[in-house]
T-cell receptor, first 111, second 113 residues
Framework: QKEVEQNSGPLSVPEGAIASLNCTYSDRGSQSFFWYRQYSGKSPELIMSIYSNGDKEDGRFTAQLNKASQYVSLLIRDSQPSDSATYLCAVTSGSARQLTFGSGTQLTVLP | DTAVSQTPKYLVTQMGNDKSIKCEQNLGHDTMYWYKQDSKKFLKIMFSYNNKELIINETVPNRFSPKSPDKAHLNLHINSLELGDSAVYFC????????????FGEGSRLTVL
């Protein structure tokens, strides 16, 4: 069983729509949750972190965490073509707080 | 100035050769990491160094050896390269060990023929 699971996509949304990216994790004791964005041929870049249940908003991005359901999501409002990238979910777990990445969801925003 | 820099960006080499990738960070971070990203984009940690001490060594073959001359540098040396070593290798750093908030280098694409 994968520790951090994401739909690989591709997910396509029209410009201006809301993009919804989902992630589930297997370790109920996971502590911290992150979303990284990776443009094609580039390195991952941290865009959101969330540590407690609920929503966290930063500009057009909202991270949502539900520890009971072991589920974390990223909403991108007013999606732009420049948001087209692979979004990686990452979770810290265990006594060593090891960071584990999901395999990523490829998002395409169509102009 | 680039925060985390890696050299070289591209390596093409034959099976059986030895190669090194260098990484430097100017963020003043205490922890540095090496990650491997395969063709399916799966990022897997290989090593982390905190204050020059190896903290994590996942199930990585001992052909891979990290070397850290100081806390701003973490180099990766690979012996006897195999086809399956072809991947993009990312160096990263963080201010605290295992916070999850990583700054990545640009990556080094290794192709083994």
């Amino acid at each position: 069983q994968k520790e951090v699971e994401q739909n690989s996509g591709p997910l396509s949304v029209p410009e201006g729509a809301i993009a919804s990216l989902n992630c589930t994790y297997s370790d109920r004791g996971s502590q911290s949750f992150f979303w990284y964005r990776q443009y094609s041929g580039k390195s991952p870049e941290l865009i959101m972190s969330i540590y407690s249940n609920g929503d966290k908003e930063d500009g057009r991005f909202t991270a949502q965490l539900n520890k009971a359901s072991q589920y974390v999501s990223l909403l991108i409002r007013d999606s732009q073509p420049s948001d087209s990238a692979t979004y990686l979910c990452a979770v810290t777990s265990g006594s060593a707080r090891q960071l584990t990445f999901g395999s990523g969801t490829q998002l395409t925003v169509l102009p | 100035d680039t925060a985390v820099s890696q050299t070289p960006k591209y390596l093409v080499t034959q099976m059986g050769n030895d190669k090194s990738i260098k990484c430097e960070q100017n963020l003043g971070h205490d922890t540095m990491y090496w990650y491997k990203q395969d063709s399916k984009k799966f990022l897997k940690i290989m090593f982390s160094y905190n204050n020059k001490e190896l903290i994590i060594n996942e199930t990585v073959p001992n052909r891979f050896s990290p070397k850290s001359p100081d806390k701003a540098h973490l180099n990766l040396h690979i012996n006897s390269l195999e086809l399956g070593d072809s991947a993009v290798y990312f160096c990263a750093s963080s201010g605290l060990l295992n916070t999850g908030e990583l700054f990545f280098g640009e990556g080094s694409r290794l192709t083994v023929l």
